[in-house]
């Protein structure tokens, strides 16, 4: 079946780092990649749509200078978190959408980000 | 817009028993798709179940089914013979062929022994 690989599974950075998560699609190919973040226990948030070899779409209220997604090739996207503060500690998702459609979307299994 | 409401935060269920999880969606679009995911512990979004739009029988998945009412925009899973392990937090979800997947709020279910 379709996998989603996520590294790393979870990331403790210092206030003001950087900080890259990357998204790949093992066995088929992504032309869609979308990023959620998710509080504690609260729903998937999308914060962006990604499509390959285009400009991520964001969100409303998503700054897309703090969080650059890239999706340079069909079987990897990247999110990086600038300047990472305490506010952005949260678990972030990526999920990939192949084609046709109906294929499904597929999830990876999730980075823990906790900003220090 | 697509809105999808869950309006049970939690629910609870005793082992071998049925339970059922509502959810209602809100689009202008016609050709779409809606899924149930668990998510345990781990946070691994698990793909329960999933139901086209345009057809008309309700989709199954062993122990697990749905009630899928299009004119009623309602859309809820049935669990039944309830296992220990089926304990997480259930999120219906909508998508089209154009569009991203947006989620409820999801529904924390508990079993009991």
């Known amino acids: 079946g379709a996998v989603v690989s996520q590294h790393p599974s979870w990331v403790i950075c210092k206030s003001g780092t950087s900080v890259k998560i990357e998204c790949r699609s093992l066995d088929f190919q992504a032309t869609t990649m979308f990023w959620y973040r998710q509080f504690p226990k609260q729903s998937l948030m999308l914060m962006a749509t990604s499509n390959e070899g285009s400009k991520a779409t964001y969100e409303q209220g998503v700054e897309k200078d703090k969080f650059l997604i890239n999706h340079a090739s069909l079987t990897l996207s990247t999110l990086t978190v600038t300047s990472a503060h305490p506010e952005d500690s949260s678990f972030y998702i990526c999920?990939?959408?192949?084609?046709?459609?109906?294929?499904?979307?597929?999830f990876g299994s999730g980075t823990r980000l906790t900003v220090v | 817009a697509q809105t999808v409401t869950q309006s049970q935060p939690e629910m609870s269920v005793q082992e071998a028993e049925t339970v059922t999880l509502s959810c209602t969606y809100d689009t202008s679009e016609s050709d779409y798709y809606l899924f149930w995911y668990k998510q345990p512990p781990s946070r691994q979004m698990i793909l329960v179940i999933r139901?086209?739009?345009?057809?008309?029988q309700n989709a199954t998945e062993n122990r697990f089914s749905v009630n899928f009412q299009k004119a009623a925009k309602s859309f809820s899973l049935k669990i039944s013979d309830s296992q220990l392990g089926d304990a997480a937090m259930y999120f219906c979800a909508f998508s089209s062929p154009n569009n991203d997947m947006r989620f409820g709020a999801g529904t924390r279910l508990t079993v009991k022994p």
């Open positions: 999920s990939a959408r192949g084609q046709p459609f109906n294929y499904g979307y597929t």
């Open positions: 139901q086209e739009a345009y057809k008309q």
